[in-house]
């Protein structure tokens, strides 16, 4: 059972473009939602991440917007260049202390291109 | 620097030989993850540790065995290769308190011939 559901699973987009990436879950207690970025031959890098008490999150072009009511994220590329091009995971976990806690839940990835 | 390193980054081997794919962090975390990534992209939890002498089985029923004997190292073994163990393996590392977020290491792509 996919705990975070991520779509499209491949984007193509032409540079200055807005890319958009949608996911969604169902289990409640999350409550830390980073987005991966991943370049080929690399492991996934953290690009930024948010929690359910604000709606929307920018770090330079890159922008997460959130609905707790309807239990989805996106993650918006401004200005979209070429270097952007890469895979991208949303993720979601529960926070807290415990051993248990803190595991992360992966959407599928959506692959991203950015034409020149 | 702090980092994640994994070794080798690519390893080539024959059908029934055994393998250990090595993973050691530098920044003190106790949560330690093995991730099986398809060609597909998707990530696919193998094995996780939340600290020494602790492992745990992932999401995904694997062959492969792991250890958590130091802090900092988190060995992922196949007794006996097979073609179908061929795919990228990722560590990733993780704190014990918040925020969560997992460091990767930058992979072993693994192809047993």
């Known amino acids: 059972q996919q705990q975070v559901k991520q779509s499209p699973q491949s984007l193509i987009v032409q540079k200055g473009g807005i890319p958009i990436i949608n996911c969604a879950y169902e289990?409640?207690?999350?409550?830390?939602f980073p987005w991966y970025q991943q370049f080929p031959g690399k492991g996934p890098a953290l690009l930024i991440a948010?929690?359910?008490?604000?709606s929307e999150k920018k770090e330079g072009r890159f922008t997460i917007s959130f609905n707790k009511s309807a239990k989805q994220f996106s993650l918006h590329i401004m200005d979209s260049q070429p270097g952007d091009s890469a895979t991208y995971f949303c993720?979601?976990?529960?926070?807290?202390?415990?051993?248990?806690?803190?595991?992360?839940?992966f959407g599928r990835g959506t692959q991203l291109t950015v034409w020149p | 620097e702090a980092d994640i390193y994994q070794t080798p980054r690519y390893l080539v081997i024959g059908t029934g030989k055994k393998i250990t794919l090595e993973c050691s962090q530098t920044?003190?975390?106790?949560?330690m993850y093995w991730y099986q990534q398809d060609p597909g992209m998707e990530l696919h939890l193998i094995h996780y540790?939340?600290?020494?002498?602790?492992?745990e089985k992932g999401d995904l029923s694997s062959e492969s065995t792991v250890s958590r004997i130091r802090t900092e190292h988190f060995p992922l073994t196949l007794e006996s290769a097979r073609p179908s163990h061929t795919s990228q393996y990722l560590c990733?590392?993780?704190?014990?308190?918040?925020?969560?977020?997992?460091?990767f290491g930058s992979g072993t792509r693994l192809t047993v011939v």
């Open positions: 993720a979601a976990s529960i926070e807290g202390r415990g051993s248990t806690l803190g595991r992360l839940y």
């Open positions: 990733a590392s993780s704190a014990r308190l918040p925020p969560y977020g997992y460091t």
């Open positions: 920044m003190g975390h106790d949560k």
């Open positions: 948010i929690r359910p008490d604000v």
């Open positions: 289990n409640t207690a999350f409550d830390y």
């Open positions: 540790s939340y600290g020494v002498n602790s492992t």
